[in-house]
T-cell receptor, first 112, second 114 residues
Framework: QQQVKQSPQSLIVQKGGISIINCAYE??????FPWYQQFPGKGPALLIA???DVSEKKEGRFTISFNKSAKQFSLHIMDSQPGDSATYFC???????????WGAGTKLIIKP | EPEVTQTPSHQVTQMGQEVILRCVPI?????FYWYRQILGQKVEFLVS????????KSEIFDDQFSVERPDGSNFTLKIRSTKLEDSAMYFC????????????FGPGTRLLVL
């Protein structure tokens, strides 16, 4: 019930392509869904986040698509660049404490 | 830009020893968290801290763990008697006041228990 399932585990995309990472959750009480980006040797950094009252949120080349009925959300990276190569984590939380339940992570490699 | 810092970056200890991991959250933040990531596994929530007390803790956070904010700047995680399975990357995070959701993470402390 508390799990967030993330796929794929790794992803290789050509420069300029679209990277898509998917997450699914079970607990309908989750009400905050962030995506974090992590570079080697660094802590995770918030990339973009969404609440379940909207189906899509876009910030620059990064878009979250949210499907409440399917309990799924995904990250789309448009025009992927080598600098986007990193590990991406989806997460979810509920309530006001915001402790995060994490997906397993996706290692994204953008080939030049 | 303000950032969360953690020390040490790496720590090697013997099983049964006590370790203290230190974090300096962003200065005006009020909410503090510890997470850990065992190699190859998910990031897991350990504990959250607000107003000088634990607000939530996971089942991982047993009596061997404790947290403290000993002064106005540091936030520490103590493991009293380390076990082999405590080997992990430990991340500290902080968050501003109530309405702000974003957690800012430190670079982590890699703990190796031998």
């Amino acid at each position: 019930q508390q799990q967030v399932k993330q796929s794929p585990q790794s992803l290789i995309v050509q420069k300029g392509g679209i990277s898509i990472i998917n997450c699914a959750y079970e607990n309908t009480a989750f009400d905050y869904f962030p995506w974090y980006q992590q570079f080697p040797g660094k802590g995770p950094a918030l990339l973009i986040a969404i609440r379940p009252d909207v189906s899509e949120k876009k910030e620059g080349r990064f878009t979250i698509s949210f499907n409440k009925s399917a309990k799924q959300f995904s990250l789309h990276i448009m025009d992927s660049q080598p600098g986007d190569s990193a590990t991406y984590f989806c997460a979810a939380s509920k309530g006001s404490n915001y402790q995060l339940i994490w997906g397993a992570g996706t290692k994204l490699i953008i080939k030049p | 830009e303000p950032e969360v810092t953690q020390t040490p970056s790496h720590q090697v200890t013997q099983m049964g020893q006590e370790v203290i991991l230190r974090c300096v959250p962003i200065s005006n933040h009020l909410y503090f968290y510890w997470y850990r990531q065992i190699l190859g596994q998910k990031v897991e929530f350990l504990v959250s801290f607000y107003n000088n007390e634990i607000s939530e803790k996971s089942e991982i956070f047993d009596d061997q763990f404790s947290v403290e904010r000993p002064d106005g700047s540091n936030f520490t995680l103590k493991i009293r008697s380390t076990k082999l399975e405590d080997s992990a990357m430990y991340f500290c995070a902080s968050r501003a006041h109530g309405g702000r959701e974003t957690q800012y993470f430190g670079p982590g402390t890699r703990l190796l228990v031998l």
